[in-house]
């Protein structure tokens, strides 16, 4: 079983880098450098910010569907990130931390659900996708809570 996962698309963020504070707040999003402590993963570039890099730490709902499930919550993005696209790899900011994965119907209902916390995200993935009723996974970190990145089955075929 193929999966893929893409990074945001930038140009939906690009606006905020613009903004000032004020503009900013009333956004729900502040400005943020990263220190060198890192842990400031992008969700465009799918890693994680060099120290001293500018990013903009906003709410974003990765889960937009009218049921119960709908769900929104900060997350981080570089300045002119690039967008990540793995196919049957994973992404550094889904490596080396505890993940939540929640799997998703195609009505976005959620069907099941799993913890991966010693870097056994993959076989995580694949068990969840051999469920064919799972249309995709939303990965969050699992102690802080916010989105990581979506999960879908990929036959290699075209964009969309």
């Given at each position: 079983?193929?999966?893929?996962?893409?990074?945001?698309?930038?140009?939906r963020f690009a606006p905020l880098f613009a903004m000032d504070e004020a503009a900013l707040a009333a956004r729900l999003s502040r400005r943020v450098v990263a220190g060198a402590e890192g842990r400031?993963?992008?969700?465009?570039?799918?890693?994680?910010?060099?120290?001293?890099?500018?990013?903009?730490?906003?709410?974003?709902?990765?889960?937009?569907?009218?049921?119960?499930?709908?769900?929104?919550?900060?997350?981080?993005?570089?300045?002119?990130?690039?967008?990540?696209?793995?196919?049957?790899?994973?992404?550094?900011?889904?490596?080396?931390?505890?993940?939540?994965?929640?799997?998703?119907?195609?009505?976005?209902?959620?069907?099941?659900?799993?913890?991966?916390?010693?870097?056994?995200?993959?076989?995580?993935?694949?068990?969840?996708?051999?469920?064919?009723?799972?249309?995709?996974?939303?990965?969050?970190?699992?102690?802080?809570?916010?989105?990581?990145?979506?999960?879908?089955?990929?036959?290699?075929?075209?964009?969309?």
């Open positions: 079983m193929t999966y893929r996962i893409r990074g945001l698309e930038p140009g400031y993963p992008c969700r465009v570039s799918l890693r994680d910010a060099d120290p001293g890099e500018e990013l903009v730490l906003t709410n974003f709902t990765n889960h937009a569907v009218d049921t119960p499930y709908r769900n929104s919550f900060a997350i981080f993005v570089r300045k002119d990130a690039v967008p990540a696209d793995h196919v049957d790899e994973l992404p550094s900011v889904l490596r080396h931390r505890p993940i939540a994965l929640r799997a998703y119907d195609a009505q976005g209902d959620l069907l099941q659900a799993a913890l991966a916390v010693e870097d056994d995200v993959d076989p995580a993935i694949r068990t969840l996708l051999a469920d064919e009723a799972i249309a995709h996974i939303d990965a969050h970190n699992a102690k802080h809570g916010c989105f990581a990145a979506r999960i879908e089955r990929y036959d290699g075929g075209r964009d969309d």
